[in-house]
């Protein structure tokens, strides 16, 4: 029963945003992701067209995740006889509804079902997954295909190392979301990451009984637990591959290109590294310092010659060299923008404001669970590992908060931990005082 009343609160918070959210926090229209990318793959798929888009040709600037979820959806509204505008904002309400049961579940098996159902209602009213809502772009699918990787792998890590089947399913999970959103590439990473560290904990956690058996003269072969874990991050790694590898192989032989998920990446650090330059999505303008203006103006200048991330990271690295200051300057403007940015600009200082008194909260829960030790502390590691990955990837692309939604996320849980053990702190103070 929590679950499902948190879930019709999320819907009725998310239908508000879709239906009551101002122009500027929605995507522009005539050019935006949904219209020139995702929509038009959908209807042509229905058509009979094939997996094409605006120019008639097969569309490699997304993985086919999202556009074929759209699909299903359009089909769904012509079977009814809906609108299918209507049915994509109703999918949205209810996958962001059903990504906040999520956090309620994962934050019960860690923190207990108070600090859940706090959670949950501070993620649903969180401005910053809130803002997902009106957008309608592949980060509301790929939310709740998040969580749901995090609840079966931390399930799974409660009970100590998570079994095979679990970290196939967790690869599996892991491959989905890349499949709807290219940034999901490395994610096992983190993963593999707390895997390790959990491994670790047990092993320590064995010490007790490795003595016993030591003293009854059987020793423990000191490496087969970081061979155990090496095999678990193969299986996942194994099952993300096996997830993603027919759009991989289709891609092939369809153009005989070899993409990693989408074609979009080069194009994608270049839209992120020109903050106040790019005609496109919405610019404004952002005050730089003149050595930062500067090195985005000779990006823009080679970015013909820019097309591997390969060649990329090559020129970085030669930028860096040559101007360490500016290079460093706008990695630090796009860190901070991470967590505040708009595409349209408007609103940062608002957002930024809000932000505040959550990613306080965020922290003095992290520092509460690290501090508690034992899978409090795990769960601290882990988040923290997915949270900065995130982080890495939108500060390589276009670093606006929407962005980071999906991954701060995963801080909630401590935010409502502080919050909860700030609240039992008042009370038992109150108790004591009377």
Known sequence: ?????????GGLVMGCALAFAPASLRPAGGYNDYLSFFKPVATNLLAGRGYTGLNGHIELHDP??????LAFLYGAADLLGVGREGMVSVFTALCLAAAGVLIYRVTRVMFGRTVGIVASILWITYPVEVEMAPYRFSEVPYTAVLYLTTLVFVDGAVRGVPTWRRMTMVGALIGIDALIRPQAILLVIPFGLALWFRSHQVERQDDTVAASRVAAGRTRRAGGRQRAVVGLCAVMVVAYGVTISPWEIWVKVRTGDTVALSNSGPSAFINGMAIDLD???????????????????????HQRSLTSMTKIASYMGHQLAAY???????LAIKAARSFYGTNSFSHETLIAVIQIPYLALMIAGLVLAWRSGGMRRWMAVFAIAVVVYVWLVTISVLSIVRYMGPGLGLFVPFAALALVELWRRLRRATTTGS
């Open 1 to 9: 029963m929590v679950g499902l009343g948190l879930f019709a609160l």
């Open 64 to 69: 086919p995740g999202y556009p074929l979820v």
């Open 279 to 301: 005609p496109h999505d919405e610019r404004g303008h952002v005050p730089l310092p003149a050595g930062v203006l500067a090195l985005e103006k000779r990006v823009l200048a």
């Open 324 to 330: 360490p200051a500016p290079v460093l300057e706008l």
